[in-house]
C-alpha cells in the first residue's frame, strides 16, 4: 500500500503519477533542479581537525539551487565521504547510519531534515549564519551520535535597518523580514517559507477524477537578538516545519490516506562576557518531532503515530588565555522523551489498540573539557574528553514470557526510578603538523555514545522510521574513528588538494528481526524485536578546489566499503550495509561569463545501493516457498546525472539587489532509481508463476526558474 501512497504523493508534484517499470524499460517523472554554484568553504589547510568544513552566510548564498531553493544538504552531498539515499535528503556519512548524524539548530538537535520525502530539507537559507560539519571528529563540546555533526548557526536580524529578501520558484516560496526593534540594541529576524501546489485545485490528478490528492509542506523561522549590556547578550531561536499530505478516493469514497510529520523547536542562549579572555553561555531549548500516518478502508480506520521530544539544557565556560590556548568546560542535560510507533485502530463501532500508548523516558548528561594548543608554528593539537551517562527513567514494565506459554510474569518500575544506566568516556584527539608553508599533515581519533537508535523499517529513509532509546537490552551504539589527512595549496594557481583517509569502527548497531513490524504490541518489550551487531567503514577521499578567478569549483572523489556483521543474521556472516558504495564522485564547476551572467554545473555519479532479492520460487505441498540471495548481495544500477544553471544578475546595489536563474536537472535524462520491488505474476493452478523486478524512477530532465529580490 506504501508504494501506491507514495505514488500518489510525487503526483502532486510532478503532475502525473509514477509508474514502476521493468529494469529494461524505464519510466519517466518530472522532477527537480539544481543550480549548481561553488561552495567556498574554509581551507581544509586552516582546520586542526581532519574532515571538519565551515560554510559561512556568504558561501551559503552560492549554495545548489533545488527547483529554485537553495539547499545546504544537497551541497553538502557533493563533498567526499558524504552520500545521498538517491534523489532523497538521506545524508550518510563515512558509511555511518542516518541516525549517526547530530543535526542541530542554535546548539539544539532537530530529529527530522526533510521535507517531501527527503527531496527538500527544512533549512531555510536566508535564516542561516554559518555551518559546521565534522565528518573526521566530533569536538568534545558535543555528542550523543557516532557519526557526524552538522550544526548550523541562525543568523541574527540586522541591526541598521529594515530589510526584506524573497525567493519565488516553481514549487514554493520565500519570505524573510528583518531588523533593528532598538537600533544597535535589539532585532527580529522572521521567515516562511511555503509550497502552494494546494492552492491550485484540480490539475494534480492527471486529469483523473477518481482521486483526490493534496499536499503541502511549510516552515517558519525567527530569531530575537538583544543586547542586554555591555556584558550579556540574549539569543532567542525558534523553528516550525510541517508536511502534511492526504490522499481520498473521489468516487467510492471507501479509502482515504493521510501522512502528517513536523518539528518544533524553540531555544534561549545567554552569553556572559566575564573579561576579554573569557565567556560564559548557557543554552536551554526544546525540540519536539511527530508523525502521524493514517488510512481508513469502509469502516476500518487506523492511525500510527510516534514522538520525540527533548528538553535541552548546556552551560559552557570559554576561555582563550593566550593566543596559544583556548580551553572550553561544560555541563549538558538532555532529557528525552519518546513515545515510538503505537497503533490504534476502529472497526465500525469498536475502537481498540493493538499497542499500550507507550512513553519511554530516558535522561542523557555529559561533562567535557577540551583544549586548543599551538606548540608553535609547526604544531597544533586539540585534546578533549566527554564523560557522558543515560539513565532509562520509569514508569517502565518489562514482560517476562515463557517459551511457548505465553506472559509469565511482569517487573513494573515506578515514575522517576532508574531501569537501567550507563556511564562511558568519550574521548577526541586531533593533531596538526605543518610541513611546509604550504602543506600539513593532520590526524584524529574520536570515541563516541549515542543512546538512541533509528530503527528503519525501509531500504528508503521515512518519516515512518522508529526512534528507540537504550534500555538493559538495546545497549548504545559505540562509534571509533582514526582518521588521517595530507593537505596542499598552491597559491599562485588558487588551487588546493587534500588527500583523507579514514577508518571506523561501529557497535551495537540494531536491526529489526525478521518477521517483526514496527508496531509495540500489548503487552510486550519494545526492545525484544531487535537483532544486534557491529559495522565497520573505511574508505579514502580526494578533493581539489580551485577558489579565485572566473572558474571555480571542485572535483571530489571517495572509494570507500561499508560492511556489516549480526550474529543473528545470515549465521553471522559478514554482509555490505545498505548504503554502501564503492565509488562517489562529484564535479563542481562555476564560471563568470561576465559581470551580470554566471554559468554552473555539476556532474555525480554513484555506486549503487545494495539490496537483498528473492532468486527462486518453489511449490512444497501446495504453497509457494521464496528463496533470496544472501543480505544485502545485490547492487542497484549505478546513480548518476549531470545539471546546469544560468544566473543572471538584473540588478545590484547597495540597498537593492534581484537575480534570475534559469536550471535544468537531470540534462541527459537520466532514469536513477529509487528503489525496486519484485511483481509476481501467473498461475497457482497451474503451478506456473513468474518474478519480475521493477524499478521506481522518480525523476527525469526538469528545468526551472527561479527569481530572487532584497530591498
Not at 543554552?283 to 469502509?298: L, V
Not at 572550553?328 to 513515545?339: F, K
Not at 527462486?616 to 543480505?631: A, D, E, H, W
Amino acid at each position: 500500500m506504501f508504494k501506491y501512497i507514495l505514488f500518489c504523493f510525487i503526483n502532486i508534484l510532478f503532475y502525473k503519477g509514477v509508474q514502476a517499470q521493468h529494469s529494461d524499460s524505464l519510466n519517466q517523472e518530472n522532477s527537480k533542479v539544481l543550480e549548481q554554484a561553488i561552495v567556498k568553504t574554509k581551507s581544509s589547510f586552516e582546520e586542526t581537525e581532519v574532515g571538519g568544513i565551515t560554510l559561512t552566510k556568504k558561501e551559503l548564498e552560492k549554495l545548489p539551487q533545488f527547483l529554485g531553493e537553495n539547499d545546504p544538504i544537497k551541497a553538502m552531498q557533493l563533498l567526499p565521504g558524504i552520500q545521498s539515499s538517491g534523489d532523497g535528503n538521506g545524508i550518510y556519512v563515512r558509511g555511518g547510519g542516518i541516525d549517526q548524524n547530530l543535526i542541530t539548530i542554535d546548539d539544539i538537535p532537530i530529529y527530522n531534515v526533510s521535507h517531501l520525502f527527503g527531496f527538500f530539507s527544512v533549512f531555510n537559507s536566508n535564516t542561516i549564519q554559518k555551518i559546521d560539519l565534522h565528518k573526521g571528529g566530533m569536538p568534545a563540546n558535543y555528542g550523543g551520535r557516532v557519526s557526524s555533526l552538522i550544526a548550523l548557526t541562525t543568523t541574527n536580524g540586522n541591526l541598521k535597518q529594515w530589510k526584506i529578501d524573497g525567493n519565488i520558484g516553481i514549487l514554493a516560496s520565500t519570505l524573510t523580514i528583518q531588523g533593528p526593534l532598538k537600533k544597535d540594541t535589539s532585532s527580529l529576524l522572521f521567515s516562511i517559507r511555503r509550497t502552494y501546489v494546494d492552492l491550485i485545485k484540480g490539475i494534480f490528478n492527471g486529469g483523473n477524477t477518481n482521486f483526490q490528492t493534496n499536499y503541502f509542506f511549510y516552515d517558519l523561522n525567527f530569531k530575537y537578538f538583544h543586547r542586554l549590556n555591555s556584558k550579556n547578550k540574549l539569543y532567542i531561536t525558534g523553528f516550525m516545519g510541517a508536511d502534511k499530505f492526504l490522499y481520498d478516493d473521489v468516487r467510492d469514497k471507501t479509502f482515504s490516506n493521510k501522512i502528517n510529520w513536523g518539528t518544533k523547536l524553540i531555544s534561549a542562549k545567554l552569553i556572559h562576557t566575564i573579561n576579554e579572555k573569557s565567556s560564559l553561555n548557557t543554552t536551554i531549548g526544546i525540540t519536539d518531532y511527530q508523525m502521524n500516518f493514517g488510512a481508513s478502508i469502509y469502516n476500518y480506520s487506523f492511525e500510527l503515530f510516534s514522538t520525540n521530544k527533548d528538553y535541552v539544557s548546556k552551560i559552557e565556560y570559554y576561555n582563550r588565555n593566550s593566543a596559544q590556548s583556548t580551553w572550553r568546560i561544560g555541563l549538558e542535560n538532555t532529557i528525552h522523551q519518546i513515545s515510538p510507533n503505537n497503533f490504534q485502530a476502529n472497526g465500525g463501532l469498536a475502537k481498540f489498540n493493538y499497542s499500550d500508548l507507550i512513553n519511554l523516558n530516558g535522561n542523557e548528561g555529559s561533562i567535557y573539557i577540551s583544549n586548543e594548543y599551538k606548540f608553535n608554528e609547526k604544531l597544533e593539537i586539540s585534546a578533549g574528553l566527554r564523560l557522558s551517562s543515560y539513565l532509562q527513567i520509569g514508569p517502565f514494565t518489562r514482560y517476562d514470557y515463557s517459551k511457548g506459554y505465553g506472559l509469565k510474569d511482569s517487573v513494573i518500575v515506578k515514575s522517576g526510578k532508574v531501569v537501567s544506566s550507563y556511564l562511558n568516556p568519550e574521548p577526541r584527539f586531533s593533531l596538526k603538523y605543518t610541513l611546509s608553508t604550504n602543506a600539513s599533515f593532520k590526524a584524529n581519533f574520536s570515541q563516541n555514545y549515542q543512546y538512541i537508535h533509528l530503527a528503519p523499517v525501509s531500504s528508503i529513509s521515512l518519516p515512518t522510521d522508529v526512534w528507540i532509546p537504550s534500555s538493559s537490552i538495546v545497549k548504545p551504539q559505540i562509534g571509533r574513528q582514526y582518521s588521517i589527512g595530507y593537505y596542499k595549496n598552491f597559491p599562485i594557481k588558487n588551487i588546493e588538494i587534500s588527500v583523507e583517509t579514514y577508518y571506523k569502527q561501529m557497535d551495537n548497531l540494531i536491526e529489526y528481526k525478521e518477521g517483526v513490524l514496527s508496531l509495540i504490541k500489548i503487552q510486550s518489550n519494545y526492545d525484544d524485536n531487535f537483532y544486534f551487531g557491529k559495522g565497520q567503514s573505511y574508505g579514502i577521499e580526494f578533493f581539489g578546489k580551485k577558489t579565485v578567478g572566473k572558474l571555480t569549483g571542485w572535483l571530489g572523489y571517495t572509494l570507500s566499503q561499508s560492511t556489516r556483521n549480526f550474529n543473528d543474521i545470515e549465521n553471522g556472516r559478514t554482509f555490505y550495509a545498505k548504503n554502501d558504495r564503492r565509488h562517489d564522485i562529484s564535479l563542481v564547476f562555476n564560471y563568470q561569463l561576465t559581470n551580470k551572467w554566471s554559468f554552473s554545473g555539476v556532474f555525480t555519479y554513484k555506486t549503487g545501493n545494495t539490496m537483498t532479492i528473492p532468486l527462486s520460487r518453489y511449490f512444497l505441498q501446495g504453497n509457494v516457498i521464496n528463496t533470496y540471495s544472501p543480505k544485502n548481495s545485490y547492487r542497484i544500477p549505478a546513480y548518476h546525472r549531470a545539471d546546469v544553471s544560468l544566473t543572471y544578475q538584473i540588478n545590484k546595489t547597495e540597498s537593492k539587489e534581484s537575480t534570475l536563474n534559469f536550471s535544468i536537472y537531470n540534462v541527459y535524462g537520466r532514469q536513477n532509481p529509487f528503489y525496486l520491488y519484485f511483481e509476481t505474476t501467473g498461475d497457482l493452478s497451474k503451478f506456473s508463476v513468474e518474478t519480475k523486478a521493477k524499478q521506481v524512477s522518480l525523476f527525469t530532465i526538469l528545468p526551472s526558474i527561479s527569481y530572487k529580490f532584497t530591498f
